[in-house]
């Protein structure tokens, strides 16, 4: 078995992937490839995985017929010798079309990166992404309670991102089609208008009434300091060309 500081060489996604394989790089590692370098990703504290859970449900809700959500599974960007594992991922197909091979740059919508406090290494994989051909990135900045959203790589870059604060929304988009929208909010125990939501701060559980009588469901990213503030990825459900499609899976 080999240590990931053992490798001293650039490898391509193949040769990282025959080491998978082959049992060559140790299991018990949440590891990645990363232009060509091997990688150990960082264990996500309770507010970070809060997160990533609750961007998955917000985009889940909204994916149409034909594409899924994947939770911290690995993309291929040969490219950019690069097997990145995003916190969540939209993809093209069914879960079973991958069981053996990892989607790449044609069948990514879009990858998420949940970050609780240092954002620089999230802002370099955008080159990864980008120069891959990634068509959308989005960081979660939960500390800075901030929405980085990178778009239309062009030149092997993304343009600069737009910076998105918790008033604010997001578009979910596929294949050029704005599918739903996902606000960034904060949390507030009550909100005129919209219904109560209830978070009990020993367990981290919610109640949230149904907003407006429509069905809307709002899910939110974790303060750092409170598991039971929000911030980030709030999503609310709207109705739109894939909220009534059949969901894909297994």
Known sequence: ???????????????????????????????????????????????????????????????????????????????????????????????????????????????VEVVRWDVAEERRLAATYGGGGIPTYWIVNVAGRLLEVYANPAGGAYPAPRILTETESVDLIIEGQVVGQIAVAPCSRKRKGVGNEHCDKATGQRDADRVHGRGVRCVRAADPSNPCAYSGTDGFRREGPGDHGERTGA
């Open 1 to 111: 078995m080999i240590l990931p500081g053992d490798i001293k060489k650039r490898l391509t996604v193949d040769q990282y992937d025959q080491m998978v394989e082959n049992g060559i790089l140790p299991e018990t590692n949440r590891l990645e490839l990363i232009e060509g370098r091997v990688v150990e990703k960082a264990r996500q504290s309770p507010p970070q995985v809060f997160s990533s859970e609750s961007c998955r449900e917000a985009v889940a809700d909204l994916v149409p017929a034909g594409w899924h959500v994947r939770c911290g599974n690995p993309v291929c960007v040969p490219a950019r010798d690069s097997e990145p594992e995003p916190d969540v991922s939209v993809v093209r197909g069914r879960i079973r079309d991958y069981c053996d091979h990892h989607p790449g740059p044609d069948d990514v919508a879009l990858v």
